[in-house]
């Protein structure tokens, strides 16, 4: 697991800027500042694609985007990588800033998994998830 910067200053401003305020054009800034990354640590190459964590529906509707979706999709145009959209959300919760460490984990257990239509898509490859 590697995040681009420390959640904090400037890259927490970004966040939730993306998340709570409606400023799609975070995703360019977190999609190129994850891109760099990449190119910054060797064991962070050879993914064959990138895969987004997708929000759950009732969030992205109220946002009007899935950020995470958003920001796959400026990493992979940099990296040239595809994106593949590969995992569903099989439950909600709640906001996860409003959770302890321990609550956050317990709560992501189970929330998540492969899409029916991933079947044979995942064997073999490198894939770099995006939450």
């Known amino acids: 697991m590697r995040a681009a910067s420390r959640h904090a200053g400037p890259a927490a401003a970004l966040v939730h800027a993306l998340k709570f305020r409606g400023a799609r054009g975070g995703a360019i800034q977190a999609g190129r500042a994850l891109a760099r990354e990449l190119t910054r640590r060797p064991e962070l190459w050879g993914f064959d694609a990138v895969v987004p964590v997708p929000a759950h529906p009732s969030r992205e509707r109220r ?29 909600g919760g709640a906001p996860a800033w409003t959770l302890g460490r321990l609550q956050r984990r317990e709560q992501v257990r189970g929330a998540f998994g492969p899409a029916p239509w991933a079947t044979g898509l995942t064997a073999g490859r490198r894939l770099l998830i995006i939450d």
């Open 63 to 91: 946002r009007g985007y899935d950020q995470a979706l958003l920001i796959a999709r400026v990493l992979g145009q940099t990296a040239r990588l595809p994106v593949l959209r590969l995992l569903e959300r099989r439950r």
